[in-house]
């Protein structure tokens, strides 16, 4: 981990030194104008997020609620069952149809997980790219040379190798705050967002 963490940070040392390197001999007497946003903080405030998460807790709610009547009919069945008489062909039947129930339940949940964790991972790439995108617009008219994510982890960790992690990955350790475009980018997309919905 820590050679894995060595070979990251030059690899974001480097990365920045050739950066640095080419914006240097490009621009010659222009100032470099830079500018950090924290990525997390978009996403916290964006308000199309907000209604893609109350969409998708819907969708999770649907599920839930589904799964929950399959387990009340395994229940219900199983309390039918236990009152038949044993080795009787009503008890057999309900046997054979309660475990055929449990199964299907138990295939429904895995099906339920994989739609969720899909409709998660949609809904992060769709914010992401939007983030990104209003990023680069705002980066591209009003002249940044760099827009840089900035990232305030949290460093309570239970694991060394996690916070190992959220050290490693951490790319601004300082800025000032003339340079943080955050609240820019936020009222940019919930001024978007708010215009697609028909609201001012």
């Known amino acids: 981990m820590k050679i894995f ?3 990251l940070s030059s690899v974001c040392f480097l990365s920045c030194f050739l950066l640095l ?6 621009v010659e007497a222009k100032e470099l104008k830079i500018a950090v946003v924290d990525i997390s903080g978009v996403f916290e405030k964006y308000e199309k997020r907000e209604a893609l998460d109350k969409e998708l807790k819907g969708f999770e709610k649907d599920f839930q609620n589904e799964i929950n009547k399959k387990k009340k009919e395994i229940i219900n069945l ?13 008890r057999r039947k309900n046997e054979e149809l309660l475990e055929r129930k449990s199964v299907e339940l138990e295939g429904y949940a ?10 998660y991972r949609e809904f992060f790439e769709t914010v992401y790219g939007i983030v990104v995108k209003e990023v680069e617009v705002i980066g591209k008219k009003e002249g940044y040379d760099l827009i840089i994510k900035k990232e305030e982890p949290e460093l309570k960790s ?3 190798s996690d916070l190992q992690f959220k050290i490693g990955i951490r790319t601004v350790l300082y800025h000032s705050k003339a340079v943080d475009i955050t609240s820019r980018v936020v009222d ?3 001024a978007s967002y708010r215009k697609s919905q028909g609201k001012k």
């Not at 895995?110 to 409709?119: G, P, S």
């Open 5 to 7: 963490l060595l070979r």
């Open 21 to 26: 390197l080419l914006v240097g001999t490009n």
């Open 78 to 90: 199983d309390e039918e069952t236990q009152l038949l008489d044993l080795g009787s062909d009503s």
């Open 110 to 119: 895995k099906f339920a997980e994989r739609q969720l964790l899909k409709r």
């Open 158 to 160: 239970g694991q060394m």
């Open 188 to 190: 940019s997309l919930n």
